[in-house]
């Protein structure tokens, strides 16, 4: 039996619907994808997740989404049962059709809200977006941040901020990855870029947290996006 979701995803959907940037970036780093596509749709790349009912929000009103199988990607063998345990247990693995199918109304909001990531201090507190590190190489948008818009920004929050008051689950997730954030730009000596809930950018110490006013044009870049960016490529 279905159960009611507290979140109406068509509502959600219809308030976090801007794109990451101005211009189509998926035109940017499917030239560097040797299969063609932009990363994030890349099954190979990236397994999409949904909430649960998120899961039966979606199969009610499209055909585009299955239940992640594990033999999606052809050019790789994927540890299936690897990737399940990791999944948090209130989140399901999904494949689309591809991007040839998308539909962008249908799109998760593990689609919408890619590259980033809530990112939360060790007390808790939601205070903006990070990148997913991992991606720094495939991504052209991390390298872009400045390209981000300021409605994408704003949606972002205002979705976090919805899911968080519904789901502390979720929230917990993020403050754990918060952390594993932090373990990792330790090691690597580094301070965590952060698209700040206030609309302005700065640098995280992953040490003492402390926050350090930048603009996003200072943020680090990664090959293959190295280009000046009047003419990022
Ligand atoms: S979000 Fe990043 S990986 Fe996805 S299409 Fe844009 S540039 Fe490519
Ligand atoms: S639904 Fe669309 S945006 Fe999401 S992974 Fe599939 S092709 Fe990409």
């Not at 940017?28 to 990236?46: F, M, R, T, W």
């Not at 992640?68 to 209130?90: A, F, I, V, Y």
């Not at 400045?146 to 968080?164: G, L, N």
Request: proline share 8%.
């Amino acid at each position: 039996m279905p159960q009611r979701s507290p979140i109406n995803f068509q509502d959600l959907y219809h308030a976090f619907d801007a794109p990451v940037t101005a211009i189509d970036c998926g035109l940017k780093c499917a030239p560097h994808n040797p299969a063609g596509i932009p990363y994030c749709c890349d099954i190979c790349c990236a397994v999409p997740v949904a909430y649960r009912l998120e899961w039966q929000h979606l199969q009610r009103h499209t055909d585009l989404w299955h239940a992640w199988q594990g033999d999606e990607c052809k050019s790789e063998e994927s540890n299936r049962s690897q990737l399940l345990e990791q999944t948090p247990p209130h989140l399901c693995l999904l494949a689309c059709k591809g991007p040839a199918h998308c539909e962008r109304e249908h799109r998760s909001v593990s689609c919408r809200q890619f590259p980033f990531y809530p990112y939360l201090t060790s007390d808790y507190r939601f205070i903006g977006l990070t990148y997913d590190w991992e991606f720094s190489n495939r991504c052209w948008v991390i390298s872009n941040l400045s390209m981000v818009t300021a409605a994408f920004r704003q949606e972002f929050v205002a979705t976090f901020d919805r899911i968080f008051e519904t789901w502390l689950e979720d929230m917990d997730s993020y403050i754990e990855l918060s952390g594993e954030t932090r373990e990792h730009y330790r090691a690597i000596h580094r301070r965590i870029p952060l698209l700040h809930r206030d609309g302005k950018d700065y640098l995280v110490s992953p040490l003492s947290e402390r926050l350090y006013r930048t603009t996003a044009e200072h943020f680090p870049r990664f090959a293959p996006y190295t280009a000046p960016l009047s003419n990022p490529e």
